[in-house]
C-alpha cells in the first residue's frame, strides 16, 4: 500500500485559451490519482466545507479516504494562478491555505504499516511530524514547491534528509540549491541524505540522480496540452505505483526498473495535462498508459 500525504485543493487555472474556476486539484489528489492505476492508495489529508461532495465521490472510487479529514469550520486549500501562451510559465495570483495551515494530521491505524510513503509539496514541518508516525516504511519520497523553500527553506532540507529520494522541478532545485546548474543541484540534492533525486524539466524530461549515476530521459512527445498543472504530481505518482508494484527485491538494485518508473511517471504527467485539473485522470485506462509506454520504449531506443 501506497499512503500519500499532501494537499487536497480547489484550483482556478487561467490560461490564455480558457478559465476554470475550483476545479478539483492539490498535490496529494494528483499523486494518488495517478498512482492508484498500479497499487493501492490511502490519502491523508483535508479538506473544508466548501469541497464538493462529487468530488469526494469521485476521489472515493478510486482512493481510501480513512486519512482525509473534513474541517467544517474552514474552506479548502485553495490555489489561482495563470499560464502564458507557451504553457510553460505560471504565476501564481492567489494561495490561501486555509484548511491545512493548521492541519494535525492523525494517521489511521491501517496506514501505519504503509511501506511506502509519498509526501506531496506539502508544508515540511507537517511532513516531518508524518514520518515518524509510520512503521519503518521502506520507501519515503518527497515534493516541494516554491512556496515552502521561499518560507521555510530549513525545515524543506531537514524533510529531505529523512527521506530516500526526492522528486522536484528544476526551478524549484535552483532556488532550493542556488544556482542554475541542474547537475549540481541534483549533487546538492543527494548530499542531504537522500539515496536519490529525480529533478523533473517539464516537457525535456527529467534528470536522474543515484550514486554517482546521472541519468537524462527525455520526456514524451506530445501534441496536445491543455493544463499543465499537476503533471509533476502525476509523474511522482505514477513513478512510485509503477516501482511498488513491480518491486522484486531491494528497489535500489533494480535500477531497470526505477528507468521503467520514470518513463511512467512521465506517462502519467502528459495525461494530465490533456485536460483541466484532475478530469484526464477519471478517464483513461491502464491499456492506454502500457499502449503509451511501450511507444515510448521503442521512441527511446530508435
Not at 469521485?58 to 482512493?63: Q, T
Not at 541542474?182 to 539515496?195: A, D, E, R, V
Not at 504527467?269 to 478517464?283: N, P, V
Amino acid at each position: 500500500m501506497l499512503t500519500v500525504f499532501g494537499s487536497v485543493a480547489l484550483d482556478t487555472t487561467r490560461t490564455p485559451f480558457e478559465t476554470r474556476e475550483r476545479i478539483m486539484g492539490g498535490a496529494a489528489t494528483f499523486a494518488s490519482m495517478s498512482a492508484s492505476f498500479f497499487t493501492t492508495v490511502s490519502l491523508i489529508g483535508v479538506i473544508g466545507n466548501d469541497f464538493p461532495s462529487s468530488y469526494y465521490e469521485l476521489l472515493k472510487s478510486r482512493l481510501n479516504l480513512d486519512g482525509l479529514v473534513l474541517d467544517n469550520n474552514k474552506k479548502t486549500f485553495f490555489y489561482d494562478s495563470s499560464f502564458d501562451y507557451d504553457l510553460s510559465h505560471r504565476t501564481t495570483n492567489l494561495t490561501e491555505l486555509n484548511a491545512i495551515e493548521d492541519f494535525h494530521p492523525v494517521v489511521p491505524k491501517d496506514y501505519i504499516n504503509s511501506r511506502f510513503l509519498y509526501l506531496a509539496n506539502n508544508d515540511p514541518d507537517q511532513n516531518i511530524k508524518i514520518i515518524d508516525k509510520f512503521v519503518e516504511p521502506e520507501l519515503i519520497v518527497c515534493d516541494t514547491i516554491e512556496y515552502w523553500i521561499e518560507n521555510k527553506k530549513n525545515a524543506v532540507i531537514e524533510m529531505m534528509e529523512k527521506t530516500h529520494g526526492v522528486v522536484i522541478n528544476d526551478q524549484e532545485a535552483r532556488l532550493l540549491c542556488n544556482t542554475s546548474n541542474l547537475i549540481k543541484c541534483g549533487k546538492q540534492l543527494l548530499s542531504y541524505g537522500p539515496k536519490f533525486a529525480i529533478i523533473k524539466k517539464g516537457e525535456h524530461g527529467v534528470l536522474f540522480f543515484f550514486d554517482d549515476n546521472i541519468i537524462p530521459i527525455p520526456g514524451y512527445p506530445l501534441d496536445s496540452v491543455i493544463d499543465p498543472t499537476g503533471a509533476g504530481d502525476s509523474f511522482a505518482g505514477g513513478f512510485m505505483g509503477y516501482l511498488i508494484s513491480n518491486k522484486k527485491g531491494d528497489i535500489f538494485d533494480d535500477i531497470p526498473l526505477i528507468k521503467d518508473s520514470i518513463l511512467i511517471g512521465n506517462i502519467m504527467g502528459t495525461f494530465a495535462i490533456e485536460s483541466f485539473g484532475t478530469e484526464r485522470l477519471f478517464e483513461i485506462t491502464n491499456s492506454d498508459i502500457m499502449n503509451r509506454f511501450d511507444f515510448y520504449k521503442k521512441m527511446l531506443s530508435i
